[in-house]
């Protein structure tokens, strides 16, 4: 008889393991119906997520990741919900939008008491612990970083990042390259084999990892932020070199306001060789397998300590990296490369070799945890959970394809994008609004037939950009949030420039921006003195109506 749909997933491992079961009434019997799965959620930064099915899963070795593909279920549409660290893992761990937890930047995030799914697991009998690169509450933001975020509205143009490069150790035998990665692996395997192999409750385990996240580059001079793309010939040899491709790149008098300003400000308007571009892709495709080989550390201890079984194992990442596609490094978009990030689930109760179409983000995780673990669902959450589309549980899938939305959502208020962004995702469409909904043209990309996002149709189909922004406007007031954000940056810039007092020209003219700034200095701060004069909100007064020029 098949089993109810929406039976809770650690039912259902019971229920799918009656038939090696010990016999109805006995000690182990018993046992075994208090059971719950345990629980590895695994998160890397940067990993872009088309890497995890085909075509781009021919650049490099990701065995590991294939793993997963053929024991459980890839998401092939799987959206970071603010392609930037600190905003996106407060999506992650509140499982709500990032314009709910006000996670405006890098630096702003989830309340340090915030109550997120761990702890609700926790509460709910789970064992947990995490290790490595959590960051949802503050990300690791310098000063210029913020400062950078805070008047990104200011009508000026000025370097902030180190222009890309790459940094190859010649080692064949060099594993191990991010150490602080590693280090964290070896503390999640430590704690398997010494508190989780022997604990009487179901545990919950995360690690997160910081590659493929690009490498800090030196204090001073061109290279400067966290622009180098570094890895050794072991993992460099991963690489299919001849299979990597070189982006297609629109003039830079032809580029949206908003990427220019980007590619600008990433360093990345300057001349590139094809070689160099390659370069720097091949790194990080080299990057991405030594992630790759951590994951599979963790899947591998599981299965040595005979956990696997009865484990769900989750990974995914904060964003992705854009790898000189659109002429840009880091992420701070809404092209692919940016924010479509890897999902995948394997384990108890979940599909094997399953791939889920449907759009995802991740907001879902919250859900989906406590899904797993048989706890309720709180209503006043943005996601939902993903053991619908994915556990054998859920078999009637399209009863709950009613409740889940057809559409994602993703957003961006930070540096490097010189105006709040907001992508909405729904079948072949996705359709990018900015600030106040006027001041900045919308983008329009049919992904269906344009996957590399080369061609804004939005003037072209107006009819289908007026709806798309219809259903945005339903689901966030987009204008009021970039007010609320443009506010927020005046405020704070104000408490920091106060706060240097009389040091506030030199400290100024010494952040990351200081090769162009110290040029002309003066020009510069009376920039800023402008932009603190002007309307406190880019939707009042008319204030934008045209796209700022910059000096």
């Given at each position: 008889?098949?089993?109810?749909a929406?039976?809770?997933?650690?039912?259902?491992?019971?229920?799918?393991?009656?038939?090696?079961?010990?016999?109805?009434?006995?000690?182990?019997?018993?046992?075994?119906?208090?059971?719950?799965?345990?629980?590895?959620?695994?998160?890397?930064?940067?990993?872009?997520?088309?890497?995890?099915?085909?075509?781009g899963?021919?650049?490099?070795?990701?065995?590991?990741?294939?793993l997963m593909k053929?024991?459980?279920?890839?998401?092939?549409?799987?959206?970071?919900?603010?392609?930037?660290?600190?905003?996106?893992?407060a999506?992650?761990?509140s499982g709500?939008?990032?314009?709910?937890?006000?996670?405006?930047?890098n630096?702003?995030?989830?309340?340090?008491?915030y109550?997120t799914?761990?702890?609700?697991?926790?509460?709910?009998?789970?064992?947990?612990?995490?290790f490595?690169k959590?960051?949802?509450?503050?990300?690791?933001?310098?000063?210029?970083?913020?400062?950078?975020a805070?008047?990104?509205?200011?009508?000026?143009?000025?370097?902030q990042?180190g222009?890309?490069?790459?940094n190859?150790?010649?080692?064949?035998?060099?594993?191990?390259?991010?150490a602080?990665?590693?280090?964290?692996?070896?503390r999640?395997?430590?704690?398997?084999?010494q508190e989780?192999?022997?604990s009487t409750?179901?545990f919950?385990?995360?690690?997160?990892?910081?590659?493929?996240?690009?490498?800090?580059?030196?204090?001073s001079?061109?290279n400067f932020?966290?622009?180098?793309f570094?890895?050794?010939?072991?993992?460099?040899?991963?690489?299919?070199y001849d299979?990597?491709?070189?982006?297609?790149?629109?003039p830079?008098?032809?580029?949206?306001?908003?990427?220019?300003y980007?590619s600008?400000?990433?360093?990345?308007?300057?001349?590139?060789?094809?070689?160099?571009?390659?370069?720097i892709?091949a790194?990080?495709?080299?990057?991405?397998?030594?992630t790759?080989?951590?994951l599979?550390?963790?899947?591998?201890?599981?299965?040595?300590?005979?956990?696997?079984?009865?484990?769900?194992?989750?990974?995914?990442s904060?964003?992705?990296?854009?790898?000189?596609?659109?002429r840009?490094?880091y992420?701070?978009?809404?092209?692919?490369?940016?924010?479509?990030?890897?999902l995948l689930i394997?384990?108890?109760?979940?599909?094997?070799?399953?791939?889920?179409p449907?759009v995802?983000?991740?907001v879902?995780i919250y859900?989906?945890?406590?899904?797993?673990?048989?706890?309720?669902?709180?209503q006043?959450?943005?996601?939902?959970?993903?053991?619908?589309l994915?556990?054998?549980?859920?078999?009637?899938?399209?009863?709950?394809?009613?409740h889940?939305?057809?559409?994602?959502?993703?957003?961006?208020?930070?540096?490097?994008?010189?105006?709040?962004t907001?992508?909405?995702?729904?079948?072949?469409?996705k359709?990018?609004?900015?600030s106040?909904?006027?001041s900045?043209?919308p983008?329009?990309?049919?992904l269906?037939?344009?996957?590399?996002?080369?061609?804004?149709?939005?003037?072209?189909?107006s009819?289908?950009?007026?709806?798309?922004?219809?259903k945005?406007r339903?689901?966030?007031?987009?204008?009021?949030?970039?007010?609320?954000?443009?506010?927020?940056?005046?405020?704070?810039?104000?408490?920091?420039?106060?706060?240097?007092?009389?040091n506030?020209?030199t400290?100024?003219?010494?952040l990351?921006?200081?090769?162009?700034?110290?040029k002309?200095?003066?020009?510069?701060?009376?920039?800023?003195h402008?932009?603190?004069?002007?309307?406190?909100?880019?939707?009042?007064?008319?204030?934008?109506?045209?796209?700022?020029?910059?000096?």
């Amino acid at each position: 008889m098949p089993l109810p749909a929406m039976l809770p997933l650690w039912v259902w491992v019971v229920a799918a393991s009656a038939l090696a079961a010990p016999a109805p009434g006995t000690q182990e019997q018993k046992l075994l119906v208090t059971q719950r799965p345990n629980v590895v959620l695994v998160a890397s930064d940067s990993f872009d997520g088309r890497l995890t099915f085909q075509p781009g899963s021919r650049v490099v070795e990701l065995p590991s990741i294939d793993l997963m593909k053929a024991h459980g279920a890839t998401f092939l549409n799987a959206y970071a919900n603010s392609p930037i660290c600190c905003p996106s893992r407060a999506a992650m761990w509140s499982g709500l939008f990032t314009h709910l937890t006000e996670s405006w930047n890098n630096f702003k995030g989830l309340d340090p008491n915030y109550t997120t799914w761990m702890d609700v697991m926790e509460k709910h009998g789970y064992q947990t612990q995490k290790f490595g690169k959590v960051d949802y509450t503050s990300g690791h933001h310098s000063i210029s970083n913020r400062v950078e975020a805070w008047t990104r509205d200011v009508a000026f143009l000025l370097r902030q990042e180190g222009r890309p490069v790459v940094n190859l150790i010649p080692d064949k035998n060099r594993r191990r390259v991010m150490a602080g990665d590693w280090q964290n692996t070896d503390r999640a395997i430590a704690w398997l084999r010494q508190e989780a192999v022997n604990s009487t409750k179901p545990f919950v385990l995360y690690l997160g990892l910081n590659l493929p996240h690009p490498y800090p580059s030196p204090s001073s001079g061109e290279n400067f932020g966290s622009s180098t793309f570094q890895t050794s010939l072991y993992w460099l040899e991963k690489v299919a070199y001849d299979a990597i491709k070189i982006p297609e790149w629109s003039p830079l008098s032809e580029m949206h306001p908003v990427d220019y300003y980007s590619s600008y400000t990433k360093n990345c308007t300057g001349k590139f060789t094809r070689k160099e571009i390659k370069n720097i892709r091949a790194f990080y495709y080299a990057m991405c397998a030594e992630t790759d080989a951590m994951l599979g550390e963790i899947i591998l201890a599981l299965r040595k300590l005979d956990l696997l079984q009865k484990t769900i194992v989750i990974y995914t990442s904060d964003h992705g990296e854009m790898a000189m596609e659109h002429r840009q490094f880091y992420k701070m978009s809404m092209y692919e490369a940016s924010v479509h990030v890897p999902l995948l689930i394997m384990g108890p109760g979940i599909k094997t070799n399953l791939q889920v179409p449907n759009v995802v983000s991740l907001v879902d995780i919250y859900p989906t945890m406590l899904d797993i673990a048989g706890i309720a669902l709180p209503q006043t959450l943005s996601g939902y959970s993903l053991l619908a589309l994915s556990s054998e549980a859920s078999a009637h899938e399209q009863t709950f394809k009613i409740h889940r939305p057809p559409w994602i959502l993703s957003e961006f208020h930070g540096c490097n994008a010189n105006a709040s962004t907001y992508m909405l995702r729904t079948g072949q469409w996705k359709y990018i609004a900015y600030s106040d909904g006027a001041s900045v043209p919308p983008q329009l990309f049919d992904l269906s037939s344009d996957p590399d996002e080369l061609t804004n149709i939005a003037t072209e189909f107006s009819e289908i950009t007026y709806s798309l922004d219809q259903k945005l406007r339903s689901i966030i007031n987009y204008p009021k949030v970039s007010a609320s954000v443009h506010q927020y940056n005046k405020e704070q810039f104000i408490m920091w420039k106060q706060s240097t007092g009389q040091n506030y020209s030199t400290v100024i003219a010494h952040l990351r921006w200081h090769q162009d700034w110290q040029k002309e200095p003066g020009k510069y701060e009376d920039a800023i003195h402008q932009w603190l004069a002007a309307h406190s909100s880019p939707a009042a007064a008319g204030y934008n109506k045209t796209f700022p020029g910059y000096i």
